[in-house]
């Protein structure tokens, strides 16, 4: 498995500062003429495409790294406006640029820093070196055995981000077996009789009072991604073999009765998706494996004699008719 980690780049003078925001700004230049071009017309990864854009400075390993990012930018655009539906427009990169192995290395450092990073610059054969301090969390991947750091790194506005390979380790065989309810106003309700997140539909209703693009709105997020988190990791891993979850897959959306504008409105700020991607990011790490189950009448069906009647539920509270 692959698990990524952030570093700081707050250790580089002010000389490699300004030579890192331009190439930086050269890299979003150039990336996204390749997707202006490729969005008109198509191109593969070859020189052909390349020579399409003309004018940079960059060298052509950083240009072929910007075309890369551009083919991706664009299926991903693509892919997504299939998926909601609506019509895609020419995207524009303005977030992390990933710089392979071809521009970027990972080695070990020197002193007090653990790691540099060392990256091909505008000017040639003058690479731009990037000390950086680890953290708990790197080392908690870095000391697992034969763990690896993958070469190439994520390069962001004050940070980096590296990938580390982890083998992937055989599921535990025996363990305890849960059930996962995800809901809006109690986040996990396990099949053991346990809940998780009471406060989930507070926070989701403070994402949705707050502006959107707005740094509150930003923080509104944040804070909610870090109570799900919290609410996720604890489940009793260490005891666990097995969770079954809900796939949610395309709940928010549907053509029915019940599903009208006030209830679009009211489920927008709701994360399922973050919530099971987050338990099977847990359940990787702690060898327990994870099973997607289909939610329908699950809510209605007795556990005991398996009739399924809308009856049996009254709002929160289950009583079989049968």
Known sequence: MIRTVKFSTAAITATKRRRLDALRRELYSTTNEFIRDLW??????????????????????HKSNCLKQALETIVFTKKAAKASGKRASCPVLRGALDLSCLVCTVEKGKGSFDYVVKVSGLTKGRRIVIPVKS????????????????????LGDGWLAVAIEVPDEVVKPEGLKLGVDVGVNKLLACSDGSVL?????????????????????????????????????????ERLS?????????IKTGKQKNRGKSFRKAMSPWTAQQVEARVRQLAEQNRVRVLAVDP????????????????????ERFRCVG
């Open 40 to 61: 008109k017309s198509r191109g593969k990864l070859d020189k052909a495409t390349m020579d399409r854009v003309s004018g940079s400075s960059l060298s052509y390993r």
């Open 135 to 154: 953290h708990k969390r790197a080392n908690y991947w870095l000391n697992m055995p034969r763990a690896t750091i993958k070469q190439g790194c994520i």
């Open 197 to 237: 997140g009471t406060g989930i539909k507070a926070l989701c209703q403070k994402v949705r009072r707050k502006k959107p693009g707005s740094k509150a709105k930003r923080r509104a997020c944040t804070e909610r991604t870090c109570y799900i988190n919290r609410a996720v990791k604890q489940l009793p891993w």
């Open 242 to 250: 097995l969770v079954a979850i809900e796939d949610l897959k395309g």
């Open 296 to 315: 329908r009448n699950t809510s209605r069906r007795c556990p005991l004699c398996g009739a399924v009647d809308k009856a049996n539920r009254v709002g």
